[in-house]
């Protein structure tokens, strides 16, 4: 059973700061791995794909892969309110050949003014 | 969501009744999801699909099936609903299959809430 856990929170930050928001899985043979965003009545909006070791940016996104020790993260600098949400980290490996992310149960982020 | 859209966007229904679950893709990707969401439990695979008329198992299968007769439409029908399938059901499409080096991640449709009274 491949397994992705997550904090569920809720992360409290204040405006300006860095949220840092973490998750581990427990599939060596994972390949990809992705953050997505959810707002409270709304769907998942990908946000953040990583494949290999180290860092990847993208605006105030950053997301960290260490397969050695199997977490992922995601760090957003400068957090707004409107950052608040519901962040879902999810990851695939290669089952009987199909590639089928398995996703976290989601990391609640609150940033308060 | 551009591209994709679920239909009913919400529905009551009886315990009993057969439901069926549209989504409808205009970007003609080949791989098609079912998922439901639930507190507590994040997001569940049902079923998939990698192409017209080939459907796979997921997760949490029993009591659902599915239909892919045009590459735009994936169909899910829960046989007889029953309590326990009140739920939100997100459909979600990708260009190919993830974790073969794709960077595209999927795209969801804006959810079905279900409800079986």
């Known amino acids: 059973q491949k397994e992705v856990e997550q904090n569920s929170g809720p992360l409290s930050v204040p405006e300006g700061a860095i949220a840092s928001l973490n998750c581990t899985y427990s599939d060596r043979g994972s390949q990809s791995f992705f953050w997505y965003r959810q707002y409270s009545g709304k769907s998942p909006e990908l946000i953040m794909s990583i494949y290999s070791n180290g860092d990847k940016e993208d605006g105030r996104f950053t997301a960290q892969l260490n397969k050695a020790s199997q977490y992922v993260s995601l760090l957003i600098r400068d957090s707004q309110p409107s950052d608040s949400a519901t962040y879902l980290c999810?990851?695939?490996?290669?089952?009987?050949?199909?590639?089928?992310?398995?996703f976290g149960r989601g990391t609640s982020l609150i940033v308060h003014p | 969501d551009a591209g994709i859209t679920q239909s009913p966007r919400h529905k009551v229904t009886e315990t009993g009744t057969p439901v069926t679950l549209r989504c409808h893709q205009t970007e003609n990707h080949r791989y098609m999801y079912w998922y439901r969401q639930d507190p507590g439990h994040g997001l569940r695979l049902i079923h998939y699909s990698y192409g017209v008329k080939d459907t796979d198992k997921g997760e949490v299968s029993d009591g659902y099936s599915v239909s892919r007769s045009k590459t735009e439409d994936f169909l899910l029908t829960l046989e007889s609903a029953t309590s326990s399938q009140t739920s939100v059901y997100f459909c979600a499409i990708s260009e190919s299959p993830l974790g073969q080096g794709a960077s595209y991640g999927y795209t969801f449709g804006s959810g079905t809430r279900l409800t079986v009274v």
């Open positions: 999810a990851v695939n490996a290669a089952s009987g050949g199909s590639y089928i992310p398995t």
